[in-house]
């Protein structure tokens, strides 16, 4: 059972991406939320949590199979993810490639060169935010 998680572990790492500025930095503002993609290699679908505290979740979600959830954190320096995930007393650190990141789609390249495209979940906090960034047309909307 440790054999397979620490398999499927190692997939769901070595599977996670941002868009870099000319100088190859990220705007780590733009990382932080939930990023969920379909991981084909495992077959399953795979939720990416980055909190703004450098901390996150790693969730997997697969048919017929108990959920699995891992803790870490992360680190962004340039345009590399570091990533240590931790589960029990065993601990994996990543270095990944962020290709691309925007409002809605994060692409990373792990250290083996596989590219993994992310989606952005609409959450709640996020639209709060966005609704104070434009306050005048929340204001018209809510008049309505």
């Not at 692409?107 to 609409?122: F, N, T």
């Amino acid at each position: 059972m440790r054999i397979a998680f620490c398999g499927v572990l190692a997939a769901l790492v070595l599977g996670l991406g941002p868009t870099a500025g000319a100088d190859g930095k990220i705007d780590v503002k733009k990382l932080i939320g939930k990023w969920t993609a379909e991981n084909e290699e495992i077959g399953a679908k795979v939720i990416l949590e980055l909190g703004k505290d450098g901390k996150m979740k790693l969730t997997v979600l697969e048919k017929n199979v108990k959920d699995i959830q891992v803790g870490g954190v992360y680190k962004l320096e340039g345009d590399k993810l570091v990533v240590t995930l931790k589960a029990g007393d065993k601990e994996h650190k990543e270095t990944l490639t962020v290709l691309k990141v925007d409002d809605d789609e994060l692409v990373i390249k792990d250290s083996r060169g596989k590219k993994e495209k992310y989606e952005r979940v609409e959450d709640k906090e996020r639209a709060k935010e966005e609704l104070a960034r434009a306050p005048r047309a929340a204001f018209l909307l809510a008049s309505r």
